[in-house]
């Protein structure tokens, strides 16, 4: 098992930056690729950002590519979602997730977090 938790949600302006973390544990964190997700209220769960294990590939949805970034940190079992010029579309709730096949669908995720809400006012 791994367990994930996120940090850092929160509410923001449109146009301000919010920073969300998730600290891993319980399985070999860098045997993992890392992705995040999220939801919206009534809507379903879709693809934010993803990082292979080793950290060298990203991938963005379009919605969000060259506005948030997605990082890791092997040595410290952590990955964090910088979010720049945010909008109020990107408001739901954040969830950190792990699987070990590098993905963009949530029916392939091995791991799922509990999720912050981050909320973006116009």
């Known amino acids: 098992q791994m367990q994930l938790v996120e940090s850092g949600g929160g509410l923001v302006q449109a146009g301000g930056s919010l920073r969300v973390s998730c600290a891993a544990s319980?399985?070999?964190?860098?045997?993992?690729?890392m992705a995040w997700f999220r939801q919206a209220p009534g809507k379903e769960r879709e693809f934010v950002a993803s990082?292979?294990?080793?950290?060298?590939?990203?991938s963005y949805a379009d919605s969000v590519k060259g506005r948030f970034t997605i990082s890791r940190d092997n040595a410290k079992n952590t990955v964090t979602l910088q979010m720049d010029n945010m909008k109020p579309e990107d408001t739901g709730v954040y969830l950190c997730?792990?699987?070990?096949?590098?993905?963009?669908?949530?029916?392939?995720?091995?791991?799922w977090g509990q999720g912050t809400q981050v909320t973006v006012a116009s």
């Open positions: 319980g399985r070999t964190f860098s045997s993992y690729n």
């Open positions: 990082i292979t294990w080793i950290g060298r590939s990203t």
């Open positions: 997730a792990a699987s070990l096949v590098l993905t963009t669908r949530a029916s392939q995720i091995d791991y």
